[in-house]
């Protein structure tokens, strides 16, 4: 290669460096030295959490109620081992899924190894594995109890959260990878624990959450550095994570530090990626309501434990 196309290249990639941000680039070439030299395993080491249950139904309806047909039909389905994917796909799982099985393109990945060490991603669909473990399934088969009172749907909630968690030991394989995957579902976690009644009052799960807080924070640098709804949805899950913990478990100050730091990277995100007009940095308008329902249960959770209101 002679000098002027050396130098051209220079100034390509000097250019692309401003364009992407000299500090989310940074932040970027931060994360990938922390996995390349095993920072973040030692910092969160793979544990083993083990539960009879999870979910622990307080004061179901006096009158059992009738859940809606569509509800009825959904969970139903879960219950002979159909599940949802993306809102409009069928899949069948048998028993138990395989959580680290992508159903759509019949191909899975290995459950051992560290979350944060090295996979090999050619021919998966990500996407296809995670979105059974983002715990949608979960909140209907809690709405379903919450109508009805039936039994059959908390036992179906707690054998499927319970194999969830032993074969997906907190940052061990894939499920954990992702740190919006992680927020997504530590959420969907907290909405089942609310409308099952249970509050903060099974230390199992008390456990699980505060993992997940801790995983969420661990690598918020690197959503930051993608200056899209990542940012915005891990910053989301650790101040919710963190109120809750300190309004159900106890005023601990991690906790605390959590419900801080969260909040203030969600008011720094939302301030750059929101424009003055609403619109989002994302044009896509699926994103657009991910963003809107991420930022619609932050609010909700800050009014249901009484935090401090956002500012204007």
């Known amino acids: 290669m002679d000098r002027f196309a050396r130098l051209t290249k220079i100034l390509i990639l000097v250019e692309l460096v401003f364009k992407l941000g000299i500090v989310e680039v940074c932040l970027y070439l931060v994360h990938r030295i ?39 039909n959904e969970v139903d389905n879960i219950l002979d081992g159909n599940f949802l994917l993306f809102s409009h796909l069928v899949i069948q799982c048998g028993h138990l899924p395989n959580w680290h099985y992508d159903y759509v393109h019949r191909v899975g990945m290995g459950s051992d190894g560290h979350s944060l060490g090295t996979f090999l ?3 998966v669909d990500l996407k296809c594995i995670w979105e059974l473990s983002r715990f949608d399934w979960a909140l209907k088969l809690a709405r379903a ?17 319970v194999d969830w968690l032993d074969k997906n030991p907190p940052n061990q394989g894939i499920n ?22 249970q509050k903060g009052k099974l230390n199992i799960f008390n456990s699980l959450v505060e993992i997940h807080c801790r995983r969420i924070r661990l690598t918020m640098g690197y959503g930051r550095s993608q200056n899209n709804n990542h940012g915005i949805t891990e910053a989301a899950a650790l ?33 750059k990626l929101i424009f003055l ?36």
């Not at 973040?40 to 999870?54: G, S, V």
């Open 34 to 72: 922390c996995v390349a030299v095993g920072y973040y395993k030692l910092r969160f080491p793979i544990q083993k959490l083990r539960a009879e249950m999870l979910f622990k139904g307080v004061n179901p309806p006096p009158i059992p109620q009738e859940a809606s047909p569509v509800l009825r």
């Open 121 to 123: 991603f050619e021919d």
């Open 145 to 161: 109890w919450n109508s009805t009172g039936e039994d059959k749907y908390m036992q179906e909630l707690n054998r499927l959260s």
């Open 176 to 197: 954990w990878y992702c740190a919006q995957e992680c927020s997504i579902r530590l959420i969907n976690l907290l909405l089942c624990n609310d409308i099952v009644g």
């Open 239 to 271: 101040y919710v994570g963190g109120i809750w913990l300190q309004k159900y478990v106890g005023n601990v100050k991690d906790y605390e530090k959590y419900a801080i730091y969260g909040g203030s990277k969600l008011i720094e995100r939302v301030s």
């Open 277 to 312: 007009d609403g619109g989002f940095s994302q044009y896509s308008t699926n994103y657009h309501r991910l963003l809107l329902d991420v930022l619609i249960q932050v609010e909700a959770w800050r009014s249901k434990l009484g935090a401090q209101p956002f500012p204007a």
